[in-house]
């Protein structure tokens, strides 16, 4: 099936730094998604995104799916931007069902 | 709007019992999933459901069944427990397969 990589595994950020988080997937892709998991447990959806650029806020991604990657930006970063950020993608050879990668791990230090 | 719903959010429950997670969305998506998240890793796929009346495997069914018999329900069933199972469990739902996809707040079971 699909393969889908992120990177860093970890992230430590300092208050107000702004930083990227990198998703690479193995096949093209319908669907693309990314995902804020906070310190409760909740999946937040943050971004639908199989192609182009999004803004919401502070955070912003682009998808190049030609290339077969996808980036998420925090500008300004917060403490309550901690948590884990899951990238997700969907293709046909895999029946249209998400398939995650393994998280980027986000702590913010006021 | 409710979204999607799942009960109990957590639950301890002895090896060899069994059990269902129920999960409903209002939303009318067509397709509705169940994923496990075990801790430090991602959530891996154990059945899906495109529409009413069909299911599917994903990447870990064993252990586990689901059935679909209308578009808002998909409970997900531990026949016989067993502690590997201890675990997240979330629920997702979206239209058609190919949109977005939202996630319940999850179930914490825990197999003792």
């Known amino acids: 099936g699909i393969q889908v990589e992120q990177s860093p595994p970890d992230l430590i950020l300092q208050e107000g730094a702004n930083s990227t988080l990198r998703c690479n997937f193995s096949?093209?892709?319908?669907?693309l998604q990314w995902f804020h998991q906070n310190p409760w447990g909740q999946l937040i959806n943050l971004f639908y995104?199989?192609?182009g650029t999004k803004q919401n806020g502070r955070l912003s991604a682009t998808t190049v799916a030609t290339e077969r990657y996808s980036l998420l930006y925090i500008s300004s970063s917060q403490t309550t931007d901690s948590g884990v950020y899951f990238c997700?993608?969907?293709?046909?050879?895999?029946?249209?069902?998400?398939?995650f990668g393994g998280g980027t791990r986000v702590l913010v230090k006021p | 709007t409710a979204g999607i719903t799942q009960a109990p959010t957590s639950q301890i429950l002895a090896a060899g019992r069994s059990m269902t997670l129920r999960c409903t969305q209002d939303m009318r998506h067509n397709a509705m999933y169940w994923y496990r998240q075990d801790l430090g890793l991602g959530l891996r796929l154990i059945h899906y459901s495109n529409t009413a009346g069909t299911t599917g495997k994903g990447e870990v069914p064993d252990g586990y069944s689901v059935s679909r018999a209308n578009t808002d329900d998909f409970p997900l069933t531990l026949a016989s427990a067993v502690p590997s199972q201890t675990s997240v469990y979330f629920c997702?739902?979206?239209?058609?397969?190919?949109?977005?996809?939202?996630f319940g707040q999850g179930t914490r079971l825990t197999v003792v």
């Open positions: 997700a993608v969907e293709n046909r050879a895999a029946g249209n069902k998400l398939t």
């Open positions: 997702a739902s979206s239209l058609e397969g190919r949109t977005e996809a939202f």
């Open positions: 096949d093209s892709v319908n669907n």
């Open positions: 995104i199989p192609s």
